[in-house]
T-cell receptor, first 112, second 117 residues
Framework: KQEVTQIPAALSVPEGENLVLNCSFT??????LQWFRQDPGKGLTSLLL?????REQTSGRLNASLDKSSGRSTLYIAASQPGDSATYLC???????????FGTGTRLQVFP | GAGVSQTPSNKVTEKGKYVELRCDPI?????LYWYRQSLGQGPEFLIY????????DSGLPNDRFFAVRPEGSVSTLKIQRTERGDSAVYLC???????????????FGPGTRLTVL
């Protein structure tokens, strides 16, 4: 059974810090990996998608990397802001299926 | 519309009742997915449609759950004889045809929060 794990489960940092969120997966046939943001009581907003053939993707202050050999992805957030406070979820899509397998998320709080 | 929409946003029902949850995908997206998210957990897959047909329904927990997409656009998730354990946020997502430049990126709606009393 494919599993996705996210560490840490929760993170609280002061504004301005650079931070890294970790995601590990067991699927050796990964097709792509997506990072999402979820605000309380809201749906999921797609942040970045990395194809299995890619090593990283960047959008503004966000950078996501993918290492298939080690089964890991990281989301790097530069110069964090209070508005970044949310739950961040990673999800992998396998070549063998069309369903996303999600981690349980990292709950981030950035305080002023 | 610009994004995936879901109605209702909240649904409160009594144990044993029947409920329908609606999803309107992004225009032109042929693939549609239903997920369920319990408190503090990541979403879990329920069912996937490619066009009008259910291509994978392996995530439906039991035969009380059923989904349709009769015209290949709007989808309805139907739950019969609801139980308290069905309480969760039901999320819908859509994506362009497999093999497009969007590489199966899934775009999610705001969800329907179902509470079974």
């Amino acid at each position: 059974k494919q599993e996705v794990t996210q560490i840490p489960a929760a993170l609280s940092v002061p504004e301005g810090e650079n931070l890294v969120l970790n995601c590990s997966f067991t699927d050796s046939a990964i097709y792509n990996l997506q990072w999402f943001r979820q605000d309380p009581g809201k749906g999921l907003t797609s942040l970045l998608l990395i194809q299995s053939s890619q090593r990283e993707q960047t959008s503004g202050r966000l950078n996501a990397s993918l290492d298939k050999s080690s089964g890991r992805s990281t989301l790097y957030i530069a110069a964090s802001q209070p508005g970044d406070s949310a739950t961040y979820l990673c999800a992998e899509l396998s070549y063998n299926t069309d369903k996303l397998i999600f981690g349980t998320g990292t709950r981030l709080q950035v305080f002023p | 519309g610009a994004g995936v929409s879901q109605t209702p946003s909240n649904k409160v029902t009594e144990k044993g009742k029947y409920v329908e949850l609606r999803c309107d995908p992004i225009s032109g997206h042929t693939a549609l997915y239903w997920y369920r998210q319990s408190l503090g957990q990541g979403p879990e897959f329920l069912i996937y449609f490619q066009g009008t047909g259910a291509a994978d329904d392996s995530g439906l927990p039991n035969d009380r759950f059923f989904a349709v997409r009769p015209e290949g656009s709007v989808s309805t998730l139907k739950i019969q004889r609801t139980e308290r354990g069905d309480s969760a946020v039901y999320l819908c997502a859509s994506s362009p045809t497999s093999g497009s430049v969007s590489y199966n990126e899934q775009f999610f709606g705001p969800g329907t929060r179902l509470t079974v009393l």
